[in-house]
């Protein structure tokens, strides 16, 4: 690897991310004056409440072309909860009278401001994070730790790590991610100096990876990336990003290393299947698909994913002990919903092998020698003796295809996400064999990733 | 149970199996003659050789209708071992003019006289069993041991038990049967006392069972019935009985006691299936048949079933170790061979999954990787992020059917028998689906037992 050519692809990437100063000046524009008639409308209603930006438009994080300014309204803790977010949504309405409401912990206005994504959205004034009544009073703490410490250099090497993020699908702290949010990220080239810094190091974590800025961490983690927030001892920053994250992540950081490629900041953005292609695809890997088409139920994208990859696991657990071994599965999700499950075993035989107690064992293997042998139609065969010192019967296995399972009600025997549970109940689709390449016309794009898999 | 059915049983078997006094008179006139005719044989060579008649002949623990006489010729250990076998072979042909060469340890001679099938065997007279030069050296102690000690009272229920062990498939020291010898009947009836105190006793074993009627065991064994040897305490009797052996003794002592029906006491003889019938099990079954056919080693039957079963063994692990699932499978030996196995899995996908090291282990994952990586055509799939933190791929795989796997070279890998390997290599033919049906005609009684398995 060359120094040079590694700095040039930082610079190459900082011509698209870093904002123009016309991009800067308008969004400092636009975000004071949000700022300034919030004041107006929260002072109106509690004297002594204030109003701050937050988030990386405030800071200087963000890159180039984001829209988002997030303003917070801080009233003091001596009003109720009920009353916070009554003024709360008022001053939402004032401020932005196109918006609507949204509801994360508590309710909150977002709305479009003069070509902007704007939230607005009202906390508590605490002392200190550690103090929080609700997640979102500690932002505000968020925003002056970084504030206070990033300067032009980092600010500039943490939209270059973001971008890197992003290219590599590992940017989000969302639920379906499970990635890096922007504080993390923030904080990671905060700790490590810069973004060349982070990926250097990256490329030879060995996880667990424990970093705690302010050396204040109380409590230890199962997550393979610990960030303590320097704003709260007990909080993991990185608690939502899986393992396989972290391992993207750091092939990744050493393919970058090795080949300084600007298009490795570029989201890779496949071209979606047709049925047809993922037609070809399923007969040239020879597996046998089954998927479980059903309406997502009404909630929000991060209560949903949870539940489908519970679901899914579910899914695949129970046709794994059936014997049909999944070879791989994903769940997808966009205004339909579907549990897509490929597996090494199209179909079991009739009968199957249950082991019983060793003979030695008097009364439980007379138990099931005698249960097994007063059956009069075949099968079960047997009992016989096998296993060295067990009887053994072949009897009647309940499922010979993994459809058979999937339409049956033994499928609410698995565990599923609750709202997945009752939209399942509700109403579903088991689809077989090429039926399920129809699949592609909503899901062609998630599909042509799935069949062209990489880190 | 009722004392007096049981009672009425033994009576009942004991009809067909106590010898006739005409025919003990005939066996006795007989064996006198042909010990005297092998003493004047014998001495003529060595002046001190003897001649004792041993087995359960002598000693009146067979069972109505056998034939067999065992006739040792004892020389002193002072001449070597290729005299004795040349004096042994001489008098053998001397006594038994139609005899053939057999061999055991060494050379003896077996042959038809007046009408019973004679065993001519020579052997060292040695002071005790523990000083034994060849095998059968140990025979003529055992004889001596059990005559002292079995009264008529205990012959007759040697006679009963070794019926029994007829009755339920376990009699038979062979490594086919992998049974109980009549030694071993002999000393467990004189152990326990009689056959309907060794029944009780077997009904609530719990292996590992260890009796030793002479105090002097001096090791310890692993196998699941242990009885040392009267005349040799570091040898077990039973060593050669299998664990499925010993679990149906238990099974079939429960069931004679709780029902004495004479019947128990009768060898079953399955009707032989035709292939017609054999497809049909298969198809009811629904499980995959595969079967290897080959014309067997020429080596006597106690070499064949060993290697038959390393070799059986070995063939299903690898078709397991590929996903093809033995559900079922055994091995047929009768002028043909052939191992035959049911899968319940008849085809597995055109790819398999391959699991590299975690991503964090940089060097070993870096070379996983790019060996992956440069494969220029599909399959692999990958290398992708799974299993949380490690690389996957999915490579073509080798062999999709079973089927494919035994006709391939692949097939030698395995662990076979040295003389079935030798078989194999010479020619055999893979059977798939209804063509493993043919083998009922070599095998329709093995394969009517296959299908209706008994403990």
Known sequence: MSEDAFEATVAAVRERVDPSSSERERLRAVADELVERAEDAATERVADADVVQVGSTARGTWTAGDRD???????????????LEQYGLEVGREVLPDGHEEYAEHPYVKGEYEGFDVDLVPCFRVDAATGIRSAVDRTPFHNAYLRERLDDELAGDVRVAKAFCKGIGVYGSDLRTQGFSGYLVELLVLEYGGFRELVTAAAEWHPQVERDPESHGTRSFEDPLVVVDP??????????????????LQHHARALLADPDPERFEPREPDPLSPAEVRAQLAARGTTPVAVRFDPPDVVADQLWPQLRKSLDGVTDALDRRGFDTFRATALADGTAALFVELAVAERPAVERHDGPPVHVREHATGFYEKYAAMAETPPYGPFVDGDDRYVVERAREFTTAAAFLRSDALFDVALGSGVERALADDYEVLVGDEVATLATAFGTELAAYFSPRP
């Open 231 to 248: 704003t709260d001892p007990e909080r993991n920053v990185a608690a939502v990003v899986s393992p396989a994250n972290v391992a993207r």
């Open 69 to 83: 300014i997030d303003v917070f309204v801080r009233f003091p803790t001596d009003i109720d909860r009920e009353t």
